[in-house]
């Protein structure tokens, strides 16, 4: 991978930002791109606004020589290619009371869309970074090795973890430089990852691969019985666009152009099974957008969602959960004859995965009519309002707001009491129809409690982190700040959002 390829650059609507006077600041010097104003529709963050589109003057990652940058990779035929598995992580070491793991961050080239090779940043050489399977109750070290000629860091999207191993936006692993990261795993089984956060540059760094999966297994979940082994598998979605000669084509007003559906690194492929029930841990990756899948045949269960198990398994004929959201289901294919499909589809990006029956398999579980009961709800002290906007007065790029204001690391914006529970109400102040915002609480978990006034849906059931608000309307939810001291983001977890000034930060305080 040439080196003009991982340069430390901006993105296209980054704004000069203070490095907090409390973190490290980031050495070296930025490379300033030029945007480029042009009359038309535009999308922004995905969606179609109807005003001044944006032509990005560079691309971010220099185009192979020979290559037509712009020009879509040809279609291929669906469910040629098998599904990756991602690599399980192995310990270097283990100790008395934690283990630790390295991954080297990491430049390669893939094979994503077949025939084509793919320059991309990633964690341990794999689309999806390895993944590391802790456990409740027994800590994980985790050093990252930056290889790349470019900064990054490493948030644990989900993890309750100390301000200072939260991979906050300023703190920064520069080039040649190595990052350790302790994570207690003091919480509930959950399905976790992990990704790029370094403010200005999340949005593309993501967009290119640095992202990974982190499971917490919980002992207490163990007579449940559910799926394990072979038959519980992560699967990531990310949506990508990709040119003729294989080179990414990273364009924040045009997302709505990436069209191509990663399944685990893979477009449209197809992953054998058995006779039997699984357990598929989905995780939607992608930097902004919305998936509502849907399967042809067989049930899908839903058994979980960001923070772990539900009280109990819930049939689900469609499921939808927006950018950073992860949801834990159970498909049942017993009874299925050797040779038969079953095709798992978006509702508007079509067939994504097709799982075929190759295999019998002995399964004599029942899937459990209980799972686990959610923690109680404590008394709430403090309501807070948030709201998510864009501000195009002066203009596109817009002006990326919460409660008005784009992010600095210098301010704090909330200051909480440790233990105390507080009732947030998260608004979609963007009222045109297709400007989606989610919201991403970091260091705790919290439960839905309303949306717009009106009961929450199925999609908001359970623990969560990352909760989904369409155009002009709140969801109200509850969080108790119980553990760790210090400041820490929140943000819309659509990258492109965040990553130009749509995150605050609250301070944990004794």
Not at 139 to 155: A, C, E, G, I, M
Not at 182 to 193: E, H, I
Not at 471 to 487: I, N
Request: charged content about 20%.
């Amino acid at each position: 991978m040439p080196g003009a390829a991982t340069k430390v650059i901006d993105t296209p609507w980054s704004r000069s930002i203070q490095s907090s006077r409390s973190r490290p600041k980031p050495g070296g010097s930025y490379v300033k791109r030029r945007s480029v104003f042009i009359a038309g529709g535009a999308v922004v963050g995905g969606v179609l606004l109807g005003r001044q589109a944006v032509a990005l003057a560079d691309s971010p990652v220099q185009q192979p020589e020979g290559g037509v940058a712009g020009a879509e990779a040809p279609s291929a035929t669906p469910f040629q290619t098998p599904m990756p598995m991602p690599p399980v992580a192995v310990p270097i070491r283990r100790g008395a009371f934690h283990d630790e793991y390295e991954i080297n961050v990491q430049p390669a080239q893939l094979e994503l869309v077949p025939g084509l090779m793919t320059d991309a940043l990633t964690f341990g050489g794999g689309w999806v970074g390895p993944v590391i399977r802790g456990r409740t109750g027994r800590p994980v070290k985790v050093t990252f090795r930056n290889t790349l000629d470019v900064h990054t860091n490493v948030h644990l999207h989900g993890g309750h973890v100390e301000a200072v191993n939260d991979g906050h936006p300023m703190d920064m692993i520069m080039p040649g430089d190595s990052r350790t990261y302790d994570y207690p795993n003091s919480q509930r089984g959950a399905t976790l990852w992990y990704h790029d956060h370094v403010h200005n540059d999340e949005s593309e760094h993501t967009y290119r691969g640095l992202h990974g999966i982190y499971i917490v297994d919980d002992p207490a979940e163990a007579s449940l019985r559910l799926p394990t082994g072979a038959y519980d598998i992560p699967i990531m979605l990310s949506d990508v666009k990709i040119d003729s000669t294989g080179a990414l084509i990273y364009e924040p007003p045009k997302a709505i152009e990436r069209n191509i559906v990663l399944v685990n690194g893979k477009a449209t492929p197809f992953l054998p099974v058995a006779a039997r029930k699984y357990r598929f841990r989905l995780i939607n990756a992608t930097n902004e957008g919305t998936y509502k899948l849907t399967l042809d045949k067989a049930t899908m269960w839903q058994i979980g969602t960001d923070g772990g198990l539900l009280p109990a398994p819930v049939a689900r004929p469609e499921i939808a959960f927006g950018s950073g959201e992860r949801v834990d289901v159970v498909i049942d294919f017993t009874g299925l004859p050797k040779g038969s499909s079953v095709v798992l589809s978006d509702a508007v990006k079509g067939p994504i995965l097709r799982f075929d029956v190759n295999f019998r398999a002995t399964d004599t579980r029942e899937l459990p009519q209980k799972l686990r009961d959610l923690p109680a709800l404590s008394a709430a002290t403090v309501q807070r309002d948030v709201r998510l906007s864009f501000d195009f007065s002066n203009g596109i790029p817009p002006l990326a707001l919460v409660n008005g204001k784009q992010f600095d690391a210098d301010r704090v914006d909330f200051t909480i009491k440790r233990g105390t529970t507080e009732i947030w109400t998260v608004y979609n102040d963007d009222t045109e129809p297709s400007i989606l915002h989610t919201f991403h609480l970091h260091m705790t978990h919290f439960r839905v409690l309303s949306r717009s006034g009106a009961p929450m849906t199925a999609d908001d059931a359970g623990l969560k982190d990352t909760v989904l608000v369409p155009p002009g309307s709140s969801v109200r939810l509850q969080a108790t700040f119980a553990r760790y001291l210090g400041r820490y983001p929140y943000h819309c977890h659509f990258l492109e959002h965040s990553s130009i000034g749509m995150m605050a930060q609250m301070e944990i305080v004794p």
